[in-house]
């Protein structure tokens, strides 16, 4: 069973950056689409960044299009998502999430919300 620990939410300021990262234990991450998801206050719950399992394939939401970067680490088994660039509109809880795709090694969706496994999620405040 996968489990997916989260960390490196906090308060931020506008223009800053930071990086979630999200570890994996039980299986390893390399056989999973992996997602980032946020949602803000009031707001329904977005896919913002995804990975392949075959790690070739990346997609982005337009609203973090160049400011956000989706990684992964094989031998530490951790995704992680570097977010340059900080506005208020990016304040939100972070989730990632994961999606057994050993035979889908191309598949990156970032509009699929039915994941197999979950973080608990992190929130980020960027806030002045």
């Known amino acids: 069973q996968l489990q997916l620990v989260q960390s490196g939410g906090g308060l931020v300021q506008p223009g800053g950056s930071l990086t979630l990262s999200c570890a994996a234990s039980?299986?390893?991450?390399?056989?999973?689409?992996i997602t980032w998801f946020r949602q803000a206050p009031g707001k329904e719950r977005e896919g913002i960044s995804c990975m392949s399992s075959s790690g070739g394939i990346t997609n982005y939401a337009d609203s973090v299009k160049g400011r956000f970067t989706i990684s992964r680490d094989d031998i530490k088994n951790t995704v992680d998502l570097k977010m340059n660039s900080l506005t208020p509109e990016d304040t939100a809880v972070y989730y990632c999430?994961?999606?057994?795709?050993?035979?889908?090694?191309?598949?990156?969706?970032?509009?699929?919300?039915?994941?197999?496994?979950w973080g608990k999620g992190t929130l980020v405040t960027v806030s002045s």
């Open positions: 999430a994961a999606l057994e795709s050993s035979y889908r090694r191309k598949l990156c969706q970032l509009l699929n919300t039915d994941m197999d496994f």
């Open positions: 039980g299986d390893t991450l390399n056989t999973y689409m």
